[in-house]
């Protein structure tokens, strides 16, 4: 794909999903994260574990199933970071939210 093979723009590109990621609308965080999810490249990752977080603990529902798809991504590409970052964790406790 386009991000293993220009891997400098597609970290340029990383800097807006961040700034995305916490938009006031929830469809853009939502959208923000899938896509940073999408970049699969290891040099992202490190990029990603701040605004996965945050959405991780959402209140909108859509942004929450969103993050927790990511999370799979992520430890498809870099599973030590998961488990070392808590999103394993994470998830277990969104398993658990009362939020329909």
Do not use: H, W
Request: glycine share 4%.
């Amino acid at each position: 794909n386009y991000a293993k093979t220009n891997p400098d723009r597609a970290i340029l590109a990383v800097n807006t999903f961040q700034k995305d990621s916490e938009d006031l609308n929830p469809l853009i965080r939502a959208l923000a994260i899938r896509t940073m999810g999408c970049i699969r490249l290891d040099k992202i990752t490190e990029y990603l574990c701040d605004p996965l977080r945050k959405c991780l603990k959402d209140r909108d529902p859509y942004v929450l199933k969103t993050a927790a798809v990511c999370v799979a991504k992520l430890y498809d590409i870099k599973p030590e970071l998961v488990e070392e970052q808590g999103f394993l964790d994470m998830l277990k406790d969104l398993l658990g939210d009362s939020n329909p």
